[in-house]
T-cell receptor, first 115, second 111 residues
Framework: DAMVIQNPRYQVTQFGKPVTLSCSQT?????MYWYQQKSSQAPKLLFH???????NEADTPDNFQSRRPNTSFCFLDIRSPGLGDAAMYLC??????????????FGQGTRLTVV | DQQVKQNSPSLSVQEGRISILNCDYT??????FLWYKKYPAEGPTFLIS?????DKNEDGRFTVFLNKSAKHLSLHIVPSQPGDSAVYFC??????????FGDGTTLTVKP
């Protein structure tokens, strides 16, 4: 049973054309994360939500935005994708901070290509 | 400056032998450590974790060892199986918060 679902699995967008990636979860977890992963590198946290509280990483470019309209859904908006934004984007959830066993549950990722 | 480092990009072992994957960290505030496994075209999946109050945690064939003084942890897989071939990520967090990941080690288990 898929618990964290990302759509689409593959996305091709044009340079500078806004694109939205989506993530949904059936786990009812408080926390949702967006990671960017480039080839052979560590997943890099872009931002996360604790419930509706948005937490941006200091080095996340302004080009990246996020929305969480409800517990189940979270979106990643890239306002003007550049060639350097081509990557795997991973959505993850966890039960919440301050809780032991705070492992994250990841979706399958969206592979973004910028042409 | 990378706070979690996996210095071996790849590791190859024979089926049935032990696989040892290593991870070093620099932030002494990290108090919870996790290992994730990732198959191609899939997201990482949680494998095993350890709290800083322990030095060992075991789950079946998988054991994680933590050496806080050396800021080092390792994942042992015994015996290794071909299905264990994947990328393994080490991750660390402080105060049970967000995790910082290493670059991963690609494990290949040969039949």
């Amino acid at each position: 049973d898929a618990m964290v679902i990302q759509n689409p699995r593959y996305q091709v967008t044009q340079f500078g054309k806004p694109v939205t990636l989506s993530c949904s979860q059936t786990l009812n977890h408080n926390v949702m994360y967006w990671y960017q992963q480039k080839s052979s590198q560590a997943p890099k946290l872009l931002f996360h939500y604790y419930d509706k509280d948005f937490n941006n990483e200091a080095d996340t470019p302004d080009n990246f935005q996020s929305r969480r309209p409800n517990t189940s859904f979270c979106f990643l908006d890239i306002r003007s994708p550049g060639l350097g934004d081509a990557a795997m984007y991973l959505c993850a959830t966890s039960r919440g901070q301050g809780v032991m066993n705070t492992e994250a549950f990841f979706g399958q990722g969206t592979r973004l290509t910028v042409v | 400056d990378q706070q979690v480092k996996q210095n071996s990009p790849s590791l190859s072992v024979q089926e049935g032998r032990i696989s040892i994957l290593n991870c070093d960290y620099t932030n002494s505030m990290f108090d919870y450590f996790l290992w994730y496994k990732k198959y191609p075209a899939e997201g990482p999946t949680f494998l095993i974790s350890i709290s800083s109050i322990k030095d060992k945690n075991e789950d079946g064939r998988f054991t994680v060892f933590l050496n806080k003084s050396a800021k080092h942890l390792s994942l042992h897989i015994v015996p290794s199986q071909p299905g264990d071939s994947a990328v393994y990520f080490c991750a660390a967090s402080s105060n049970a918060g967000k995790s910082t990941f290493g670059d991963g080690t690609t494990l290949t288990v040969k039949p």
